[in-house]
């Protein structure tokens, strides 16, 4: 009997698992870059009684949707002032604007379940050129079309590189990065590729890192050179568009992401002996000569109506000309802080040679930190958060319904099996219990006649 009541302990606690929610998303959700904000359409399969809200932002009201239990089709805006936590970058190749965030859809009202999915939105908002010509006829006179200023500088822009900033595991051959742990070995990789990219030189210089709530500290300086190389020490040119450097996964205080920012320049190389002349080939030597100082970054989270979206933003339509791609650097300077840099297109280098500033930007990265019975090993980063995700899977055991049926049926014969084999036995001791009280009263009656 005991095998069946431990067989039933089983069974009972096979019943106490949990119920998954039962919605999920109807086909992928829509992104519409409008003028005013960003819209995300999403459609369930269910009446939708969750949240939607820009990744870091929950406990704001005007950046999280609240579902109504009701309807299965939601619009969800990210107002384009930079209040729910978009993120802008400049482009020159094509020339114009990308804003972008995570949007999380959760099903439960508080936590969030297997069942959640988050989304990367991205919009593109490119600078428009409107031709408005004029025709006179005068005379016969042949004529010769002459290519405008902006004409030149458009094929100029389609002939640039493309350049791009990763964060990678296992060395600049490895995998793109998108969660780590505090102190694992990562590697910094710049480059730029493009049919005339040989023709160029890049030096990579003003990178920041923030937490995309405002908060930044800047790793280099304007000149390419490392601010603060316990965190990234001066880069490697491995090639005249190719750089990279090895660091360790740091993260700020109670901040789950982290985001990496650069300008990289690119310039000619020199006429004579075609070799790159950087900025940053002095950079050991300053090091030497100045120690190095910290600068903090205090990227403003902008508020307000629509109409307070910056100057330099590239508005569609009759805004367009409110548009300047060559303004001029501005850096407002304050005791600790810094506002932020209005993205440049055309530098000087401090050999005087003009290049273009192109700004990447590489993908957010989540940090795990460090359980509290671990002490850290930079060289077991990996068995470390394999190990994390070990303890938690440890103790679970994925059914699919009819696998969990099937289960449910063998331990039913089972357990029938198992109650028929002990009423068997049972009943055959007490048979041959029977029997053998039978047989000593048959032996005493035998004694009592003689």
């Not at 009541?5 to 089983?10: C, D, N, S």
């Amino acid at each position: 009997m005991r095998v069946g009541a431990f067989i039933f302990l089983i069974l009972g606690a096979l019943g106490t698992t949990a119920i998954p929610i039962d919605n999920g998303l109807e086909g992928s959700p829509a992104v519409i870059c409008g003028l005013e904000d960003i819209t995300v359409v999403v459609t369930t399969q269910k009446p939708f009684d969750g949240n939607i809200y820009s990744k870091g932002f929950f406990e704001s009201e005007k950046c999280r949707l609240k579902g109504d239990h009701s309807a299965t089709t939601f619009t969800f805006r990210l107002p384009l002032t930079g209040e729910c936590g978009l993120r802008r970058r400049r482009t020159v190749n094509p020339r114009g604007m990308t804003m972008e965030s995570t949007v999380i859809i959760m099903f439960h009202r508080l936590f969030l379940t297997k069942v959640d999915q988050a989304f990367h939105v991205k919009c593109m908002y490119m600078e428009a050129d409107k031709e408005v010509t004029q025709t006179l006829e005068v005379s016969m006179l042949p004529s010769t079309e002459l290519p405008s200023l902006e004409d030149r500088s458009q094929k100029a822009d389609n002939t640039m590189p493309t350049c791009k900033y990763e964060v990678m595991r296992n060395g600049p051959n490895g995998e793109a990065l998108r969660f780590g742990i505090i102190g694992e070995r990562v590697y910094h990789k710049w480059s730029c590729d493009g049919e005339n990219a040989d023709k160029y030189c890049m030096t990579v210089h003003s990178c920041v890192v923030d937490d995309g709530l405002g908060l930044g500290q800047q790793l280099i300086d304007e000149n390419g050179c490392a601010m603060d190389r316990y965190l990234l020490n001066n880069l490697d040119y491995s090639g005249p568009v190719t750089a990279g450097q090895e660091a360790h996964v740091f993260k700020f205080a109670d901040r789950p992401t982290i985001f990496f920012s650069c300008q990289i320049r690119l310039h000619f190389k020199d006429q004579k002996t075609q070799l790159c002349v950087r900025s940053s080939d002095t950079c050991e030597i300053l090091n030497e000569l100045s120690k190095p100082k910290e600068v903090t970054l205090k990227l403003p989270r902008r508020e307000g109506s629509p109409d307070d979206i910056e100057n330099d933003f590239p508005r569609p339509s009759h805004q367009i000309g409110n548009f300047d791609f060559d303004e001029e650097d501005e850096i407002t300077q304050a005791p600790t802080f810094f506002a932020r840099r209005k993205k440049l297109r055309h530098s000087r280098d401090l050999d005087g040679n003009v290049g273009f500033d192109i700004e990447v930007a590489s993908a957010g990265l989540d940090v795990i930190e460090i359980p509290e019975n671990h002490s850290f090993n930079p060289f077991s980063a990996m068995e470390i958060t394999r190990e994390l995700f070990q303890e938690s899977e440890a103790n679970k055991i994925c059914l699919t319904r009819r696998e969990s049926f099937v289960f449910l049926v063998l331990l039913t014969l089972l357990f029938m099996c198992s109650s028929l084999i002990s009423i068997a036995i049972y009943a055959r001791r007490r048979q041959l219990l029977h029997s053998s009280n039978q047989k000593n009263f048959l032996t005493n009656i035998l004694k009592c006649d003689a």
